[in-house]
């Protein structure tokens, strides 16, 4: 048996006894006693409120408030209301559900810089507990890092569905965040896709809980195109219909041999439950990061230097410079060299 189960079954074990040695106790030290039983079964009982306490747990529908969560978007992240709304909903709708159909998979597009690795990370610190060591069960995938060589293609779709399959049987709230998908090796991906589908069970294994998010910067530049031609027919931002920018996303992608999904199964199953666009950054959203990141080094914020860097970042077209083509990428860099 394992050491969980051995804890478990010693647990139990001293509690029978608990009524064979209550007449020896007096009544405080029986009160002291049934106390302290009580804690240790609590202690051993695997998802118990003091087990989660004191080891990691993976649970996550009663700790993930959709409240703060909104608050953390609207607060840390900058002009992405459409990535915002998409997010919500998904999470909502998953996590709140007893037994979904199918895992949540999204795929997070847009230029570099817009936000969609932050937006992974605040889901991920937003679906568990900060005390619990979310290494266990929030897994990343760097293509750079973990896929370099194309000619290891077999290998590594042969190693991906062993952690995804290994991990998600350990935590069925598993999240997997893949970055860099522009870069994936061609049909890597594809393979897994059995873990995406509406199945009830794999091999006794539940899929349904689990979370996958792709971030691309493919489709950046279709998304960035729709949104300049909004602006220039002097339309709002937030105007940006939906599900046409949705429905050319999935088209571009598909097409694209760079973005990871070229002529991918996912896409052709519509396995991809939700295409979410990053907009591209304008002037003053850039200067909200400078703000931003001067109150996190602990300075006083300076409008002059918020400005400059904000106007030095906003440089696409090359005649209109309404948008910053690296985002909020370097204001780190930029307001460390200003301060």
Sequence with gaps: ?????????????????????????????????????????????????????????????DTLNISVLKTDLKQ????QHLAGQIVLRALSANV??????????MSFHGWTGTGKSFVSSIIAENLYRPHIARRRFV?????????????????????LQNWI?????ACPRS?????????????????????????????GVYYGKAIFLFLNNAGGDKITEFALDYWRRQKRREEIPLKELQSLMSEEIFHDKNSGFFHSQLIQKNL???FVPFLPLEYKHVRKCVREELRL???????????EIALAMTDYPSEERLYSSKGCKTVASRVTLSV
């Design 272 to 274: 991809i439950d939700y």
């Design 96 to 105: 709140y559900s007893g037994q979904p159909k199918k895992p949540l998979v």
């Design 175 to 203: 999240l997997f965040i893949f970055s860099e998908m522009d870069q994936m090796p061609h049909g890597l991906i594809d393979s897994i896709m059995p873990f995406l589908g509406y199945r009830k069970e794999i091999n």
């Design 139 to 159: 897994h990343h995938f760097s293509t750079v890092l973990h896929f370099p060589h194309a000619s290891h293609l077999h290998l590594y779709k042969e190693q």
């Design 165 to 169: 399959r290994g991990n998600v049987s």
């Design 297 to 307: 080094g602990g300075h006083l914020e300076d409008e002059d230097l918020m400005t």
């Design 1 to 61: 048996a394992s050491a969980p189960t051995m804890k478990l079954l010693n647990a139990a074990g001293f509690l029978v006894l608990v009524p064979t040695l209550m007449p020896a106790l007096d009544p405080l030290s029986t009160s002291l006693f049934m106390g302290g039983a009580a804690v240790a079964w609590q202690l051993f009982l695997p998802g118990s409120w003091l087990n989660c306490r004191v080891t990691e747990c993976c649970r996550m529908r």
């Design 76 to 79: 840390k992240v900058f002009g």
